[in-house]
């Protein structure tokens, strides 16, 4: 009797270091729509199962922020962005958590930018965007908004008349034509918290791509080497198309540029990152990429940093810890922080 259980405990030990032992395969997927662009999922998995478990739970959590960061629609249930937009001047509204705390890390991200990331410019913004689709719809027509136009909406972006109470979770904004746009953040804020999440649940080693704003969790299979991530060529007529090729773990990587949402007035082009100081599209660069941990921190440099001009973007980076940035001039020079050169891929 002893010599049939222990047979069968070592049978069992056998059975639990085969399956402890079995081989990892990387597995690699994707789905659309969530904050309006694809996402790309990579990781290292026992099987192709547990991968679109994975891929499933990143999904679903994705989508929760993407609901409740959305300024242009509404959804039942749903107390997000446009809802708070919509009860303007007249009512605070009740929101999740989720939404307080992203709004608090966009004002403590207007103080560390000198204002130069301002999440209650979505008056001017939203100016720019129809003026934007108008012109793209119809380019022989196409023109730019009147400047007392955008002035007059500046006067509404004092992020002071954004009211959070989060004793009674409301969000309150007291101007009536201020508007909340969170574009600039949200994104990145959102693909770190479901990285966290993942993290929580014992998910590791892989790397999420949404829409562009990279973020590596672990390494690559038993060896644990770094991922590989190219970073985007924003001159379009040349034949490479990255400029370089980094080996990032456990890191962010966001590039913020002129090269996809523009529009032509009179043969120049006009791109959607508007510079708060001067209430047009930004020209010191025409792309910049940010390298740090944390996917919320890396988005919101990426665009205030192409806000600024080069000396205030360095002196901003020199101060922040395990950050490097690359800035790619109009004529497609270059220039990296200390550490960015580390990165790039032997």
């Known amino acids: 009797m002893k010599k049939t259980l222990l047979t069968i405990l070592l049978f069992i030990i056998t059975l639990l270091a085969s399956s402890c032992n079995k081989e990892v395969k990387k597995y690699d997927g994707s789905f659309l729509f969530l904050f309006d662009t694809i996402t790309e999922v990579s990781a290292y998995a026992k099987s192709e199962d547990d991968f679109k478990e994975f891929t499933n739970f990143i999904h679903d959590e994705l989508e929760i922020y993407h609901r409740l ?39 403590d991200a207007y103080k560390m930018t000198n204002g130069t990331l301002n999440i209650a ?4 913004l939203e100016i720019w965007h129809d003026y934007r689709e ?3 719809n119809d ?26 109470d989060e004793s009674k979770s409301t969000v309150f904004i007291k101007d009536s034509k201020m508007r909340l746009d969170v574009g600039a953040i949200a994104k990145g804020y959102a693909v770190e918290q479901v990285a966290q999440s993942a993290i929580e649940k014992d998910y590791n080693n892989f790397l999420l791509s949404v829409g562009g704003n990279v973020r590596t969790v672990g390494g690559k299979g038993k060896e644990q080497t770094p991922w590989h991530v190219g970073i985007q060529n924003p001159d379009k007529e040349s034949e490479k198309y990255s400029l370089f090729t980094l080996a990032l773990k456990d890191l962010s990587l966001v590039s913020s540029g002129n090269y996809e949402r523009y529009y032509t007035v009179e043969g120049r ?4 990152i508007i510079n708060p ?37 360095l002196e901003l980076i020199e101060g922040l810890d395990n950050t490097e940035a690359l800035w790619v001039f109009n004529d497609y020079s270059m220039k990296y922080s200390d550490g960015f050169e580390d990165l790039i891929r032997k």
């Open 69 to 107: 960061y959305d300024k242009y629609n509404s959804y039942e249930g749903v107390n997000n962005i446009k809802t708070i937009n919509d009860n303007a001047g007249k009512d605070p509204v009740i929101v999740d958590q989720k939404i307080i705390d992203l709004l608090k890390y966009s004002i």
């Open 121 to 124: 410019m979505g008056s001017v």
């Open 134 to 136: 108008e012109g793209i």
């Open 139 to 164: 380019p022989l027509n196409s023109k730019l908004p009147p400047k007392e136009l955008l002035e007059e909406a500046n006067s509404h972006t004092d992020l002071d008349n954004l009211i959070i």
């Open 269 to 272: 082009k006009y791109h959607h």
């Open 277 to 313: 100081a001067s209430l047009m599209p930004s020209e010191y660069f025409a792309a910049v990429s940010i390298i740090c941990q944390d996917s919320g921190q890396a988005d919101l440099l990426s665009t205030a940093i192409f806000n600024m001009s080069y000396e205030e973007g």
